[in-house]
């Protein structure tokens, strides 16, 4: 680990809590029949994938999603965004503390599968609660959408090392998914599992010298 400049950091899961279940709850609320089907905890499908590599907008996943809700029951673009955000729990403070302090000796990055509805409103948000924005806390962002691929597939790795231009020898990759992590492992990266329950700042404070 002396070799490590940089730490490339997953979002949900390991910033940010996550529960799928309440997504879920809340789509189907709204009347969507196969939100279990098309939300997963670490891989989404059908018109969710496609919202989050980035092959259909918001406007075609909102009115996608309209066109599933039974009975032809009235739903606005608020509440379909309230729903999907229902997925986002929160980022306690000391993980944005946390980061602050790992900034002060290593360059920090963000590789997220996520959405634009998600992260222009919801995530942007809690990354607000000390007066900062996202953009504070990291050198350098790779979201899925914009990317055009998700983990684990190898392209979204590709396209992290040539638009964060880092060195996946000189990076660990802090993610709460295996799959993720092999991915990674596989181009050379250095990884870190942040398991349900776990703080990445405790797992870390064992794998990086002279930080807590």
């Not at 799928?20 to 891989?43: F, H, I, P, Q, S």
């Not at 039974?70 to 729990?89: C, M, P, T, Y």
């Not at 880092?166 to 990759?173: G, N, S």
Request: aromatic share 8%; charged share 25%.
């Amino acid at each position: 680990m002396n070799t490590i400049k940089n730490l490339l950091f997953d979002l949900g899961g390991v910033i940010m809590d996550i529960k799928r279940e309440c997504c879920v709850d809340a789509l189907t609320k709204l009347g969507v029949e196969n939100a279990d089907e098309m939300l997963g905890l670490y891989v989404q499908s059908g018109d969710f994938l496609r919202l989050e590599n980035g092959s259909i907008s918001a406007e075609e996943f909102r009115n996608s999603l309209l066109s599933q809700i039974k009975d032809g029951r009235e739903v606005s673009d608020r509440e379909i965004d309230e729903a999907l955000n229902a997925f986002l729990q929160g980022i306690p403070l000391r993980r944005l503390v946390a980061l602050r302090e790992l900034h002060k000796r290593y360059k920090i990055y963000l590789l997220s599968n996520t959405n634009p509805i998600m992260y222009y409103s919801e995530i942007a948000r809690q990354f607000m609660q000390e007066g900062k924005t996202i953009d504070d806390y990291f050198d350098g962002q790779v979201v899925s959408f914009l990317a055009g691929s998700n983990k684990p597939d190898r392209k979204i790795f590709e396209y992290a090392i040539d638009h964060l231009g880092i060195t996946p020898e000189e990076t660990l990759f802090i993610d709460d998914s295996q799959h993720n992590l092999d991915a990674a492992s596989a181009l050379g990266f250095a990884t870190a599992l942040v398991p349900p329950g776990r703080e990445f700042e405790d797992i870390l404070s064992h794998m990086l010298p002279a930080w807590k």
